[in-house]
């Protein structure tokens, strides 16, 4: 009975956990697709408030810089509850949210209602519905995360028409009412997952007894497919979880030594640097279609191609990013499809009349997809799976900032210079800029990493033997080095100050 007890059955690996993706389709699906879908009612919002562009772009920036910043909140509220409490509660606030937006009398109220209230609603959804694949799937998680994230561009495909119709058959107030009557169908997706119980001791039980090593490889093939950071986090610390308070788990997620090491710094700047023109093109592209003429259906579809394409590209560049060419230089192909984005929105003002946005929308949708599949799953080449959760954490609280200052930069500089092209040029300029800093840095940490890989491979073979200048240099150009005694021998103390830097 002994050995009974310790294995019990482990993750259903489907049954009832198909039920459980799809509420994590719906709920995953509203929380990134639906701060996206509301650009639609912006230049109505604006009229009728007779507000300037960037006012109005502070209610998505508020939004998703609440989605992101809460995210550390929600996982401790879902270690504490449990998912399915945590998600119904996120649905409530959602729909409340929403209603009471639609009785708004300023700016500042819509500031509060959707950007606040609507925004931790939708950050309490991601997170569980996340956690929750991860103990209902073991062996096939990538195909469950898969689909569960595939609802953020189907949501955003169905959401931009469906709000132009509500607009214009309801009004705006009218259509905030309706969307937050939508949105309390996160409940009912958080209603669908079911406690899974007994199981969980079996999955802790199975990772620490021998599925650690299959576990780790899991892992990296998960981010792959997945675009949320959370799913990893329950892998690799629900075991050492047990019975930790709640200033303990808050110092789980922040590990500041990772401010020494190199890799991590990189990927921060980088990235901080990169959002502040990611989200503005997205926001801005139907008010821009309708500025210049375009009809309102026509450009609440520019969001569903863009949607479509996005929904091809993120598992197209999983697969790739995971090949054997690929995998190695990640962070090289990650630097790429910045630079990528970067040059689609310098080149979207080229764009005239509707076929050149629908070109736009297609190579936007293709760019925003690589970047969003490669996000996590670079940060994890750097820091490794043990730092992850930490690396995680610290990363969004910083991308916050970066995020609530890009559409509103964006918004200014169209209400300066009455155009659009300028917002454009603006995100592009700092997505290259961005792209290149981490093309650049990259190289130079493969060559230092291959350096210090060999100075610690000569240091365990034979400190004394030096070989010449140039054969060395020809092994640091092979990124993954076998045997390689060092350039010089070195002082003890450089070798562990270096050590330390990259926070080994």
């Known amino acids: 009975s002994h050995s009974l007890a310790m294995s019990p059955p482990g993750p259903p690996d489907g049954g009832w956990g198909w039920v459980v993706v799809f509420g994590a389709f719906i709920s995953i699906g509203f929380a990134y697709a639906f701060p996206k879908g509301l650009a639609i009612f912006f230049k109505e919002i604006q009229d009728f408030f007779g507000t300037s ?50 009785f708004c009398t300023s700016i500042l109220q819509l500031y ?10 939708l950050a309490l959804n991601l997170q569980p519905s996340v956690i929750i694949i991860g103990k209902y799937f073991l062996k096939r998680r990538p195909i469950a995360n898969g689909l569960a994230m595939a609802g953020s561009p189907v949501m955003l495909c ?21 969307l937050g009557a939508i949105l309390l169908n996160c409940c009912v997706a958080g209603a669908l997952f079911r406690p899974i119980g007994t199981a969980t001791a079996a999955v802790k039980t199975q990772t620490t007894e021998e599925g650690k090593a299959s576990l780790k490889e899991e892992v990296t093939k998960d981010a792959m497919e997945i675009s949320s950071p959370m799913n990893i986090l329950t892998e690799t610390k629900r075991e050492e979880e047990g019975g930790k308070d709640c200033c303990e788990k808050i110092n789980q997620y922040l590990d500041f030594s990772l401010f020494k090491h190199r890799g991590f710094l990189i990927y921060l700047i980088g990235n901080v640097l990169m959002f502040l023109g ?5 926001v801005f592209l139907a008010p821009y279609a309708k500025h210049i003429g375009i009809d309102e259906y026509s450009a609440a579809f520019l969001l569903s191609i863009l949607a479509i394409v996005d929904m091809i590209a993120r598992p197209t560049t999983g697969i790739i990013a995971n090949s054997k060419w690929v995998r190695p230089r990640i962070q090289y192909f990650f630097s790429f499809s910045i630079a990528f984005n970067g040059t689609c929105h310098l080149l979207c003002p080229l764009a005239s009349g509707y076929t050149g946005l629908v ?19 670079t940060l994890m080449d750097l820091v490794g799976a043990a730092r992850f959760t930490s690396a995680v ?3 969004t609280i910083a991308e916050c900032c970066t995020i609530l200052l890009g559409p509103p930069i964006g918004g200014t500089l169209i209400d300066t210079f009455g155009d659009y092209k300028y917002m454009f040029i603006k ?60 350039l010089q021998p070195l002082r003890e103390e450089q070798e562990r100050l270096k050590m330390e830097v990259n926070g080994t």
């Open 158 to 178: 169905t959401l931009a028409p469906l709000n132009q119709f509500l607009f214009d058959n309801f009004g705006w107030r009218g259509s905030f009412l309706i």
């Open 393 to 395: 954490g610290l990363v």
């Open 359 to 377: 070109v736009y929308s297609v190579f936007f949708g293709l760019a925003f997809g690589m970047v969003c599949a490669m996000l996590f799953e």
């Open 278 to 282: 990611f989200f503005a093109p997205i």
């Open 112 to 121: 509060i209602c959707v950007g606040f209230i609507t925004g931790l609603g």
């Open 53 to 102: 562009y960037s006012e109005i772009a502070w209610v998505s920036s508020i939004m998703l810089a609440t989605t992101y910043g809460a995210g550390p909140i929600s996982s401790i509220l879902v270690n504490r509850y449990g998912s399915r409490p945590v998600v119904m509660f996120g649905g409530l606030l959602c729909g409340i949210g929403m209603v009471s937006a639609a």
């Open 427 to 486: 995100c592009g300029a700092v997505m290259v800029l961005a792209g290149t800093f981490l093309f650049i840095m990259n190289y130079y940490n493969y060559r230092m990493l291959a350096k210090e890989e060999k100075e610690r491979k000569a240091k365990e073979e034979d400190p004394k033997s030096v070989r010449t200048e140039n054969e060395a240099r020809n092994n640091l150009n092979k990124e993954t080095i076998q045997d390689g005694p060092e």
